[in-house]
């Protein structure tokens, strides 16, 4: 079998037609997927939807909660996301704001856990960096 010859100047006029016909969307979209927090958000991703919850169990999130300096991640049961932020506010001096959640469970939550573990500040508690706060931002498609 005969390798195929590739004729390099009409390859080169093809790509630059597609990229005048789509207006450089696709090479703005591809850069803009490699920038660190597209693909730390991406590999949150990977992980939760590696991390399936069982169907049986009530549909649950994971949950981005901002104090600070800091970002807790953690899950819970969809229908008790409010009541987990009245506690968490009650039990905290500092103000608590929620960045955002995902659909996700427990198995999912200790996934991310362990992908993050280079900002850990403890337990659930990690730095929020300006990288995890774009990432987190991206994850859940909060601007």
Request: charged letters at 30%; proline letters at 6%; a positive charge.
């Amino acid at each position: 079998m005969q390798p195929e010859i590739i004729d390099a100047p009409a390859l080169m006029k093809r790509i630059t037609r597609e990229r005048r016909r789509d207006g450089g969307k696709r090479a703005a979209e591809t850069r803009r997927q490699q920038r660190p927090e597209y693909v730390l958000a991406n590999k949150m991703r990977c992980v939760i939807q590696a991390n399936p919850e069982p169907t049986v169990a009530p549909a649950s999130v994971i949950y981005f909660v901002e104090c600070g300096a800091y970002v807790k991640v953690g899950y819970t049961k969809e229908a008790l996301l409010r009541t987990r932020m009245s506690g968490m506010i009650s039990e905290n001096p500092y103000d608590l704001t929620l960045i955002g959640t995902v659909d996700g469970g427990y198995r999912a939550e200790v996934k991310l856990h362990e992908l993050m573990e280079e900002w850990r500040h403890k337990r659930e508690w990690f730095h929020l960096t300006p990288l995890v706060r774009s990432a987190i931002r991206v994850l859940t498609g909060v601007q």
